[in-house]
């Protein structure tokens, strides 16, 4: 079976600082992509990056950044320097490679950016 | 470009009533999904279509809930009749190819009394 775990329900930095978020991950296949969405108060979930498991290059992009580690099952995903804006809950999912829309997420993790 | 569109926003009933959502994905994708978003949890899927054909219905509770999307383009979710533990929001999303980049709608939040 697969699995999405984020352990942080809750963290709440100062605006500036640095703040990773956690995942850890369960599934049996050797082929699968994961992926990391942010859902404002507005609601609707932001798709951020997607990665599969194939490919374990960090990834940066701007303030964000994400370290893959198959060894460890974990697909962590850092904010740099953040901001009130970055204010949200965050998932992590997970798909088998031929079930792209079918995700299996985490229970998200919220982030409060305080000024 | 528009995005995913929802309908109602909000919806509040009485347990053993009916409700139904509606969606209108970003023009020119085939794939549509229904999630179930409860309080405090991450979402679940309940029902992929591609095209107007159903991919994969195997986490809708088809006794109360059912979903169809004539025409391959925009979708409705009903529920009936609706129980307490279906109060959540109903996200629909859309993607150009079955990739796992959703374009989600804000939701309709459902609330059973």
């Known amino acids: 079976a697969q699995k999405v775990t984020q352990a942080q329900t809750e963290i709440s930095v100062v605006e500036k600082e640095d703040v990773t978020l956690d995942c850890v991950y369960e599934t049996r296949d050797t082929t699968y992509y994961l992926f990391w969405y942010k859902q404002p108060p507005s609601g609707e979930l932001v798709f951020l990056i997607r990665?599969?498991?194939?490919?374990?290059q960090n990834e940066i992009s701007g303030r964000y950044s994400w370290n893959f580690q198959k060894s460890t099952s974990s697909f962590n995903f850092t904010i740099t320097a953040s901001q009130v804006v970055d204010s949200a809950v965050y998932f992590c999912?997970?798909?088998?490679?031929?079930?792209?829309?079918?995700?299996?997420f985490g229970q998200g993790t919220e982030l409060s950016v305080k000024p | 470009e528009a995005g995913v569109a929802q309908s109602p926003r909000y919806k509040i009933i009485e347990k053993r009533q009916s409700v139904a959502f509606w969606c209108n994905p970003i023009s020119g994708h085939a794939t549509l999904y229904w999630y179930q978003q409860i309080l405090g949890q991450g979402p679940k899927l309940l029902i992929q279509f591609q095209n107007n054909g159903v991919v994969d219905d195997s986490q809708l509770p088809k006794d109360r809930f059912s979903a169809e999307r004539l025409k391959g383009v925009d979708s409705t979710l009903k529920i009936q009749p609706a129980k307490l533990e279906d109060s959540a929001v109903y996200l629909c999303a859309s993607s150009h190819r079955d990739s796992g980049e959703l374009f989600f709608g804000e939701g309709s939040r459902l609330t059973v009394l």
């Open positions: 999912a997970l798909t088998r490679y031929n079930q792209g829309g079918k995700l299996i």
């Open positions: 990665r599969n498991s194939f490919d374990e």
